[in-house]
Nanobody, 123 residues
């Protein structure tokens, strides 16, 4: 599967953005989809994940209550709605697909990665 992330940009503290990740191929529903982020000088970290049906989701503690992940299998797209953004949310955001995994936040389980989209939160 090939992934294309979009929707990043410059936003003020407290603002919102919605990231999208479009997947190619007809096997989209076989993957557990995730969002990761990497800030300058830091390791890539898990943000959120969603299973094939959308019925099971995972969130990092740092984004719980502010970010919402969803997917539209008819459009082969996964979304990340980000509300109440903070300075520390500034990073390059990547979408990724974990084949056969039912529920995981382990970066090693994700075998397919998009190119990343930059989110910058400023005052």
């Amino acid at each position: 599967v090939q992934l294309q992330a979009s929707g990043g940009g410059l936003v003020q503290v407290g603002g919102s953005l919605r990231l999208s990740c479009a997947a190619s191929g007809r096997t989209f529903t076989r993957y557990f989809m995730g969002w990761f982020r990497q800030a300058p000088g830091k390791e890539r970290e898990f943000v959120s994940g969603i299973n094939w049906s959308g019925g099971s989701t995972l969130y990092a503690d740092s984004v719980k209550g502010r970010f919402t992940i969803s997917r539209d299998n008819a459009k082969n797209t996964v979304y990340l709605q980000m509300n109440n953004l903070k300075y520390e949310d500034t990073a390059v955001y990547y979408c990724a697909a974990a084949p056969l995994a039912l529920r995981t936040s382990n970066v090693g389980d994700f075998k397919h990665w998009g190119q990343g989209t930059l989110v910058t939160v400023s005052s």
